[in-house]
């Protein structure tokens, strides 16, 4: 699994993110590009089994408080187990200040990550202790050193 992030650009600099399971894009989006922008954080919640995304949702904490608390709603419903990835495009913190508990519930603590800033994850919901976050703190950041995550996950079972 590949997957980068990015932060908003002046002017209008491209700038490119995407997530990749066994090579294959399963998510991908552009600021100044040919691809739409998904301005906020924008999740998937991946079948390791399968190495497949059962579904993908996006939250413009940009735009409204109200998305903050859709993705609080949204993280804290999922089954313990699940598995999230978590990228930004465009600006994703200006009001994302009501996820950032349960963001940290799940080892993402990007209260720290200023406006224009970019951060990506991958957590399993009830061990934050394996999750894999990365971060570019400022816009400049963003832009020098984007945040970019390639991690392999493999599927476990378990008897019932």
Known sequence: MAYSAYGYS?????????VKLNGAIVWHASWCGNLPDPRGVN?????????SVRETRRFDT????????????????LDDGSLTVGVTADEATRELSGALPTLRELGVDVADVEFRGSFAFIAEKGYPDKTLLRKALTEEQSHTTPVYVNAIVTGKQTAV
């Open 10 to 18: 002046s002017g209008c600099t491209p700038k490119v993110g995407h």
């Open 43 to 51: 999740t998937l919640v991946i079948d390791p089994f399968n190495c």
């Open 62 to 77: 940009f735009e409204s408080t109200s998305s903050a608390r859709q993705l609080s709603d949204y993280l804290r419903q």
